[in-house]
C-alpha cells in the first residue's frame, strides 16, 4: 500500500504547485518565463506548458534572445541551456564539434538505443558513420531502396487508399504513413517485409514500443534518474510499459537475427545488401570497434537505423498533407508543377514540391531538439559560459519559428521562401535549418529520405483528394519524435 500511496501524495503535491505557478504565470502572460522555485526549481511551470510544450518553447526563446537557462530540481541532475541561436548552433554541431559528444547522460536518457548510431560517441560512432555511408551509397543497396519503395507503393499503399476511397471509410493518414515507412524502411535494414500496411492493419508490436519509448524519453529530461529508474524497476507508468514493450520486440528480433545467421550458414543471403546482412559481414579490419558476431550490438545498430528511417518520414508526410489540407493554394500550384514538370527520372524538377517539403520540416521539424552535452568547459558566442557534462538542448522546433531569424511571417507556410528569383531552390544554412541535422553529424539518409517522400506525395497528389474531418484538436504530442497527438483522420476521394 505505501508503494501506492506515495506515488499519488507526489502527483498531488506537484499539481498543487502546478496550480500555483500557472495561477503566477497567468498573471502575467506577457512574460513567459519559469519561476524558478526553492527545491523545484522551474519544474512546477514546466510542467503546466507540457501540452503545448514545444510552442512554449518558441515563446521562452523569443522572449530571452534565443536561449534560456531552465533550472531543475536541486541536486536531480535536470538543469539545462535550451538554446536556438543559430551561431550557437553553428559553435556546438560544426566549429567546436569534437568537445560536444552525446555525452553520458545522453546515454543514459537514450539508452534503449544501445550502442546504434543515434546515441554513439567518439570512435564508435566513426565507425559506424563510415561504415553506413557505405552501404547507403552501394548502387545495390539505392538500387533496393527505389525498387522496394515503387513496389510498396502501388502494392500496399495505393491498393489500400483505393478501398478507402471506395468503402468511405475514415482512415488515419499518420498510422498509414507510419506502415508504409516501417514496410519500406524494414525491406531496406533487415531484409524482411512485415507488411503491416494492408487492408487489414494488422497489429504493429514496433508502433506500440516505438512510441512509448519515444514519450517515455522526452519526459525523462524532466525527471530525476533515479525516479525514471524506480518507475522502469516497478514496471509503473510510460517506464513500465516501455520496458515490457521493448523486451517484447528484442525477442522478435533475436529471431530475425538468428535467422539470417542460420540463413547465412547455409549459404544463403551472402550477397543481400540490407544494412543487417552488411553489418553481419562487416570489415573489423577497417572498421574495428564494430562487433558483427555480437547479436545484441547488430540489433542495437539496426534498430537505431529502422528507427530513424520510419519515424522522421512518415512525420514529415503527415505534417505535409495536414498543411496542404489548410493551404488548397499550394497544393493547386504542386499539382500544377506535377502536371507540366515530372519526370520519374528527375525528381529535382519538382521545384515547387521541394520547397513545400522543406517549409514543412522548417515548422515542423521531424526531430523536435538535440541533445548535446561539452566535454571541457566552454564559451558559446552568445557569451554564456558551459561546464563539462551540462546539458545544452537546441530546440529545433524553436529555431524553424523565431522571427528574428525566418522574418515577421516565420509562422506562415510560404514555400516561395525557398524559392530563389530566378526560379531555383534557395539553400538555407544547416545550422539555421537543421530539418536533417548539422556538421559532422548531417543525416546519411538526406537524399534517401527525400527522395521516399516525393515519391509517396506525387503518386498520392496525382490520384487523391483528401478531407480532414473534424473532431481532435491537431497538435503534437510530447516526445522526441514530432507526431500528431490524436493521429490525422482523413476522408479519401479518388480524383477522376
Not at 511551470?45 to 521562452?60: K, N, Q, T
Not at 468511405?168 to 524502411?185: A, P, Y
Request: glycine letters at 4%; aromatic letters at 12%; hydrophobic letters at 45%.
Amino acid at each position: 500500500m505505501a508503494m501506492i500511496g506515495l506515488p499519488e501524495v507526489f502527483v498531488a503535491f506537484i499539481s498543487f504547485l502546478v496550480f500555483n505557478c500557472s495561477f503566477l504565470l497567468k498573471k502575467s502572460q506577457s512574460q513567459p518565463i519559469l519561476k524558478n522555485w526553492p527545491f523545484f526549481g522551474m519544474l512546477p511551470g514546466m510542467l503546466a506548458h507540457i501540452p503545448r510544450i514545444f510552442d512554449f518553447s518558441v515563446e521562452v526563446l523569443e522572449a530571452t534572445n534565443l536561449i534560456f537557462s531552465f533550472k531543475g530540481p536541486w541536486l536531480s541532475g535536470t538543469d539545462m541551456l535550451f538554446t536556438a541561436d543559430p551561431w550557437n548552433i553553428h559553435h556546438i554541431l560544426s566549429l567546436n564539434f569534437g568537445n560536444y559528444p552525446k555525452g553520458p547522460e545522453a546515454k543514459k536518457i537514450f539508452n534503449a538505443l544501445g550502442d546504434g548510431i543515434l546515441s554513439a560517441d567518439m570512435e564508435l560512432w566513426e565507425n559506424l558513420r563510415k561504415s553506413n555511408h557505405a552501404i547507403f551509397h552501394h548502387p545495390d543497396f539505392l538500387k533496393l531502396s527505389v525498387s522496394s519503395n515503387t513496389i510498396k507503393l502501388k502494392e500496399s499503399l495505393i491498393l489500400f487508399l483505393d478501398n478507402a476511397a471506395h468503402e468511405k471509410i475514415i482512415i488515419d493518414l499518420q498510422d498509414v504513413f507510419k506502415r508504409f515507412m516501417f514496410d519500406t524502411s524494414s525491406i531496406l535494414m533487415t531484409g524482411y517485409d512485415p507488411m503491416s500496411l494492408s487492408i487489414e492493419m494488422p497489429e504493429v508490436l514496433f508502433d506500440e514500443a516505438v512510441e512509448t519509448g519515444e514519450e517515455a524519453i522526452y519526459y525523462r529530461y524532466f525527471k530525476p534518474v533515479i525516479l525514471w529508474r524506480l518507475q522502469s524497476w516497478l514496471g509503473i507508468g510510460l517506464e513500465g510499459k516501455m520496458r515490457t514493450y521493448l523486451a517484447a520486440f528484442n525477442r522478435r528480433f533475436a529471431k530475425i537475427i538468428s535467422s539470417r545467421r542460420e540463413e547465412m550458414s547455409r549459404g544463403k543471403r551472402k550477397q543481400s545488401v540490407d544494412v543487417l546482412t552488411y553489418y553481419m559481414n562487416v570489415d573489423t579490419t577497417k572498421y574495428k570497434l564494430l562487433k558483427p558476431n555480437n547479436d545484441k550490438f547488430i540489433r542495437d545498430v539496426v534498430f537505431s537505423l529502422l528507427l530513424a528511417g520510419r519515424d522522421t518520414t512518415s512525420s514529415v508526410l503527415t505534417w505535409f498533407f495536414w498543411l496542404l489540407s489548410k493551404h488548397p493554394q499550394v497544393l493547386t500550384k504542386i499539382r500544377k508543377e506535377i502536371n507540366t514538370q515530372y519526370d520519374p527520372t528527375d525528381l529535382e524538377k519538382l521545384v515547387y514540391l521541394h520547397a513545400a517539403l522543406s517549409e514543412t520540416m522548417r515548422l515542423y521539424p521531424p526531430l523536435p531538439f538535440n541533445h548535446k552535452s561539452p566535454a571541457k568547459p566552454d564559451v558559446l558566442p552568445s557569451g554564456h559560459k558551459v561546464e563539462a557534462n551540462s546539458k545544452i538542448v537546441i530546440c529545433i522546433y524553436a529555431l524553424g519559428r523565431m522571427r528574428s531569424i525566418w522574418g515577421e511571417d516565420a509562422l506562415d507556410f510560404k514555400p516561395e521562401r525557398w524559392i530563389s528569383d530566378s526560379g531555383n531552390l534557395r539553400h538555407e544554412p544547416t545550422y539555421k535549418f537543421m530539418a536533417f541535422n548539422a556538421g559532422p553529424r548531417a543525416c546519411l539518409g538526406k537524399n534517401l529520405a527525400l527522395m521516399q517522400m516525393k515519391i509517396v506525395a506525387v503518386e498520392i497528389i496525382q490520384k487523391y483528394d483528401f478531407e480532414v474531418t473534424k473532431g481532435d484538436k491537431i497538435k503534437p504530442v510530447p516526445s522526441v519524435i514530432l507526431r500528431m497527438k490524436h493521429g490525422l483522420s482523413v476522408k479519401v476521394t479518388k480524383k477522376i
